[in-house]
Every structure is written in C-alpha cells, then in structure tokens.
C-alpha cells in the first residue's frame, strides 16, 4: 500500500481537473470545475490557471478548453504500452481480409479506450482512433470486458453508468444489461445490433493471454445490411476467433 505522505495532492488534484473535459464538455468554466470535482473555487482556479500557464489549456477570460498539447501525455502513454504494437498487425490484416474496420479496445471504469485500430471504411458517424472512447455497456467491446470481470464488479459498474439510450434499439433496464452480459460470458462473443448507432452491428471477441485472462477486446463493425446470420457466424466470428487464437500464443 502507497505511503500517504509519498502522494502529492496538487498534483492529484491536477489530474482530476483534466478528467472534467471530454467530448460533452469543451469548455469548462471554473465553477464548472469546482461542481465536477468537488473541489473549492479557489482551488478549481489555481489548478486551471496551472494548465494554462504550461500551455495545456487556453483561457478566453471565462472559459478554459485543452489545447493539442494535453496529446503529449496521452500519446506518451499510448506508445508505452506494448499491446497496440502486438496487435496492429494482426488488425490490418483482419480488415483486409473481411473489409470491415476492427479495433481493440480496453476497459477504464465505466468506457472503454480504443487502443489500436484498423480502418477498411468508416461505418459510424463518429470518428473513431486510439485514445476515443464510448461507453461499455452499449458497445460490442464493452460488454466483452465487462463480461470477463467478476459478476459483482460488472454488475456494480452498469448501477454507476449513465444509461441514457443512444437509439430506439439501446438497452437501458440494468437487469436486461447484465442478462446480455451474462450471455456473452456464455457464448464467448458480443453481438451489438443498432444500440450504439443506427444502421451499425458490431461483433466482439476477448482478447486473452497465454494464461487465458481477458487482457482487451477486438472488434469489428459493418453496416446491419451486411450482418446476416451466415456472414457473422461463417464470416466474421471464425475471423475474429482466429486473431484471437494467434494473439494468446503470442501475449505471456
């Protein structure tokens, strides 16, 4: 266990103030800050102030937003880990071969982080690349993970996820969520139809170690035209299935 006195708080502090931004907030003004974290104004000020004097955020006098700099920390991080160097290739040449974009992707609390990917076409209206994340419990890749913990633990991460539906096809009742869940802790793969975004099917597969841990998931996404029972079950699956074979001989 961390020794208290090794830990320093501003810096802590720090770090959560950069956790406030993302995709749904831009913009954060300091009272912002201080609502998200909990912190004083005061603080919420000086940590923001901080950011902006090391050129990690700009500040128009009310508003601080990230500026391209904050990349640094995570591109750093990206390119430290060795899991999207080991499985790059083996993603190029799945999509390749199945004309479909794949991806994997892990697990941070309550999204998932895509770490690697290989694009054949673009099928969402977002764009995806390492570092995007979605929430897991709408996502073909998020259910993987969510799926290799512990029930309990799963299960207390879909009570604290924001379930507000995507489409008229997203499942928001947590007992339908965890039954879903329990299904691909069965079969071994997840199969999204339309609840992250219309038109969209995605099919996931874990990604294991030589031990068998669940260490990532991998994707693949298609327009629901093409996902007819015959491509994904003679198709698809057994692509994945044996990506996922060749990356447990290789990851110790």
Not at 9 to 32: N, Q, T, Y
Not at 53 to 63: C, I, L, N, R, W
Not at 119 to 139: C, D
Not at 211 to 224: D, S, Y
């Amino acid at each position: 266990m961390t020794n208290t006195t090794d830990i320093i708080g501003s810096f802590a502090k720090g770090l959560r103030v950069l956790e406030c931004f993302g995709a749904d907030r831009p913009r954060l003004a300091i009272s912002d800050v201080a609502t998200l974290t909990g912190f004083d104004r005061a603080t919420a000020r000086r940590c923001l102030l901080t950011l902006h004097h090391e050129g990690y955020a700009s500040y128009d006098g009310k508003f601080f937003t990230l500026t391209p700099r904050v990349l640094r920390l995570g591109m750093g991080a990206m390119a430290s880990l060795p899991l999207p160097r080991i499985v790059q290739p083996w993603l190029d040449q799945l999509s390749e071969q199945i004309g479909h974009s794949c991806s994997v992707s892990i697990l941070d609390d309550l999204e998932i982080v895509y770490i690697a990917r290989a694009s054949e076409r673009r099928v969402m209206s977002i764009g995806l690349m390492p570092g995007s994340r979605l929430p897991a419990h709408i996502t073909s890749m998020g259910r993987v993970l969510l799926a290799a913990l512990p029930e309990e633990e799963a299960a207390a991460l879909i009570d604290r996820a924001d379930l507000t539906p995507r489409t008229v096809h997203s499942l928001t009742d947590p007992a339908e969520i965890r039954a879903e869940i329990a299904k691909v802790r069965t079969q071994g793969y997840a199969l999204i139809d339309q609840e992250i975004e219309l038109g969209l099917t995605a099919l996931a597969v874990p990604i294991l170690d030589s031990r068998g841990r669940t260490v990532a998931a991998l994707n693949t996404g298609m327009a629901t035209i093409h996902a007819t029972q015959d491509a994904i079950q003679g198709t698809y699956l057994p692509a994945l299935l044996k990506v996922q074979d060749g990356l447990r001989r290789v990851l110790s």
